[in-house]
């Protein structure tokens, strides 16, 4: 079984910071991308950013120079360091991650989702 643990949401005033962290376990053989996605009330949900396994990253527009992603593979770990917050940012916020567990072919999995608030 591969699981995708998320932490680090909560209730922010506007301008604030916010760091997820996302934590792969399980029978786990290799991990490609890693991202996270977000879902606002009403809206679908949308990428937010997302990390190659050699450490390439991309960006959603509204995010970019605010939203910084790393990982740490030793630790089958993805972050969001989210600065600079705004109203517009809140939403649950799910991570995912293109893995290969032994035995079995690249799957995405996905966390539960966490819920980032931020206020004006």
């Known amino acids: 079984q591969v699981q995708l643990a998320e932490s680090g949401g909560g209730l922010v005033q506007a301008g604030g910071s916010l760091r997820l962290s996302c934590a792969a376990s399980?029978?786990?053989?290799?991990?490609?991308?890693m991202g996270w996605f977000r879902q606002a009330p009403g809206k679908q949900r949308e990428l937010v950013a997302r990390i190659t396994s050699a450490g390439s990253t991309y960006y959603a527009d509204p995010v970019k120079g605010r939203f910084t992603i790393s990982r740490d593979n030793a630790k089958k770990t993805v972050y969001l360091q989210m600065n600079n917050l705004k109203p517009e940012d809140t939403a649950v916020y799910y991570c995912?991650?293109?893995?290969?567990?032994?035995?079995?072919?690249?799957?995405?999995?996905w966390g539960q989702g966490t819920q980032v608030t931020v206020s004006s």
């Open positions: 995912y991650a293109n893995i290969i567990a032994w035995g079995t072919r690249t799957t995405d999995y």
């Open positions: 399980g029978s786990i053989a290799s991990i490609g991308t």
